[in-house]
């Protein structure tokens, strides 16, 4: 009789959790729809390394990771390039054709393409480089989420303090974001999932 007894509030129980839960589970849900739908991206005329324009069709391929910065970033942006060099290391041939890396400078004042070919240069791996007019490229950061500001220093200088998450299309839609403080094999296993 206990046993029943148990059983069957148990089961009320269940019924009472999942009852309240299901409408938390689906906001949840929806707000991630929401926030995923946000991140749409915007037309775009740029350059690449060689002053050639380059458009969002360039991230119209099966996975593209797109990641803003500037060349005179002190750590994280060679930190999180490198991972990606490293993770387009460990691909096969086929997979490293289907993914391309793209870095978009947020600094256009500095980064010439000249100077982001020679920074890109040190990776083993080829990462695209786009430049071109600040404008163009902080609406085109706003329109994936990403925020950016200068923060003046005591001589004149300046550094750029900015959302440093790597973003992930699949064919010029946005699909997961990568925080630049994963660890490699955790990139490499998020960049995988979608190879």
Request: with cysteine; net charge neutral; proline share 4%.
């Amino acid at each position: 009789m206990k046993l029943k007894t148990s059983i069957t509030i148990l089961g009320g129980c269940l019924l009472i959790f999942l009852f309240i839960m299901l409408p938390i589970v689906f906001s949840i849900q929806e707000k991630k729809e929401n926030i995923i739908s946000s991140y749409s991206g915007s037309s775009f005329v740029l350059k690449d390394v060689n002053n050639k324009p380059i458009t969002e069709n360039s991230f119209q391929g099966p996975l593209t990771a797109i990641f803003f910065g500037f060349t005179n970033c002190p750590d994280i942006c060679p930190m999180t390039l490198s991972n990606l060099d490293q993770v387009l290391e460990k691909l096969n041939n086929d997979e490293r054709e289907r993914f391309k890396v793209y870095f978009i400078s947020i600094d256009p004042e500095q980064d010439s393409p000249e100077v982001i070919r020679d920074y890109l240069d040190a990776f083993k791996n080829k990462i695209y480089g786009i430049t071109g007019d600040s404008q163009k490229i902080f609406s085109l950061s706003k329109s994936w989420g990403v925020l950016s500001e200068k923060i003046f220093k005591a001589d004149g200088g300046y550094l750029i303090n900015h959302s440093s998450s790597i973003l992930l299309l699949n064919k010029g839609k946005y699909i997961d974001r990568i925080s630049h403080h994963e660890k490699l094999d955790d990139i490499y296993k998020v960049i995988k999932k979608y190879l």
